[in-house]
């Protein structure tokens, strides 16, 4: 029996741009496009109606700001994950949409498939973050009050490959067959990195294998 799609409501003031990524969004079977929104108001209403899987939104709207926003459709809707698809790169709106309980921050030159990624990993609840993106979240942290960067703990041999591979994008189930284990093994190897490591989210993962140069910015 095949999967349902993933149901994505797209919200975004230009409507030029709103179609042409419905365009390409429904060239992939595993999406459907539920809606499409270009002000706060009509986005929080329009995902109250169709609870979709996951919202892709702009971070400026013409009446109020994309980040409150999407916190209020997530309280409204909490099985709803939400993704930012912004031209603006500055970290500090970055770290706010993050810090909101945005599941993924890229920019608008974004490659498509990338873009489709960031989509099923937020469906799956997990974080995905453009390269560019990954890159300045990295540095904002080592210059952060000037202070150096503590050592991390020692990680096996192990440990250190499933983080290299979830940072890298792959999902549970592709880990454990790149590993040849079962995706449970996985799960506990993220639980003892997130220990271990002190985090909390895969984007932090993420920004420890950038800054350990574990993969490739």
């Known amino acids: 029996?095949?999967?349902?799609?993933?149901?994505?409501?797209?919200?975004?003031?230009?409507?030029?741009?709103?179609?042409?990524?419905?365009?390409?969004?429904?060239?992939?079977?595993?999406?459907?496009?539920?809606?499409?929104?270009?002000?706060?108001?009509?986005?929080?209403?329009?995902?109250?109606?169709?609870?979709?899987?996951?919202?892709?939104a702009d971070i400026h709207l013409p009446d109020g700001d994309g980040i409150a926003a999407a916190e209020q459709m997530m309280h409204d809707n909490p099985d709803t994950h939400v993704i930012f698809l912004s031209s603006d790169s500055d970290f500090r709106l970055v770290r706010r949409a993050l810090d909101a309980g945005g599941r993924g921050y890229l920019l608008k030159d974004v490659a498509p498939q990338d873009l489709l990624r960031a989509i099923d990993a937020a469906e799956k609840g997990d974080v995905y973050l453009c390269p560019e993106i990954a890159t300045a979240l990295v540095r904002d942290y080592q210059q952060r009050d000037g202070k150096p960067v503590a050592a991390p703990?020692?990680?096996?041999?192990?440990?250190?490959?499933?983080?290299?591979?979830?940072?890298?994008?792959?999902?549970?189930?592709?880990?454990?067959?790149?590993?040849?284990?079962?995706?449970?093994?996985?799960?506990?190897?993220?639980?003892?990195?997130?220990?271990?490591?002190?985090y909390t989210s895969t984007a932090e993962l993420v920004r420890h294998a950038l800054r350990e140069g574990m993969i490739a910015p």
């Open 1 to 56: 029996m095949n999967e349902s799609p993933v149901r994505v409501l797209l919200v975004d003031d230009h409507q030029l741009f709103r179609k042409g990524l419905r365009l390409l969004l429904e060239q992939s079977p595993a999406i459907a496009v539920v809606g499409e929104a270009g002000t706060v108001a009509s986005a929080v209403a329009l995902c109250q109606e169709t609870q979709p899987d996951v919202v892709v």
């Open 153 to 198: 703990p020692r990680l096996s041999d192990r440990e250190r490959e499933v983080l290299r591979l979830v940072a890298s994008g792959l999902r549970n189930k592709e880990v454990a067959a790149r590993l040849d284990v079962s995706v449970k093994s996985v799960e506990t190897y993220r639980r003892r990195l997130m220990n271990k490591l002190g």
